[in-house]
């Protein structure tokens, strides 16, 4: 396994469009890919906060985990993401070395990647992405993809 590479932080919102300005206007940060998810039932919005991306995840049911996340916890600090070479080597080594994952399959995630999450019970309590971009682009590549 290549040494991981944080991809980016997810933060639960419940409304993408109120906290906008403060991203935007106070913090400065420049929006990227605005993008809905339905396999996570959510809507993102990605900034780009150099080398690190960070995610705003807007629930788009009641029934999404992140929903629940929010009614349980409040909006916060959702999930870390690091970008692994080969999710499903990745995830056979977390499952043989006993870590809990939440999907037993890759699902898909935004710009096309493929992610599933390990477990907080197996992390130390915080909840982690794995990310596997389509082969021959990374998220360095990203930024030269047609935006719509
Ligand atoms: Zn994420």
Known sequence: MDSLKLDHIGIAVRSIEQVIPLWRDTLNAKLGDRETIPSQQVEVLFLE???????????????????????????????????VEDLTATMKQLISAGSKLIYPEPRPGSHSTLIN????????????ELVEYPAGCDSSHRKEEPNS
């Open 49 to 83: 906060t150099g080398e690190t991306r960070t995610e705003l995840l807007e629930p788009t049911s009641p029934d999404s985990a992140v929903s629940r996340f929010i009614e349980k916890r409040g909006e916060g600090l959702h999930h870390i993401a690091y970008q």
């Open 117 to 128: 999450f390990i477990h907080p019970s197996s992390t130390g309590g915080v909840l982690i």
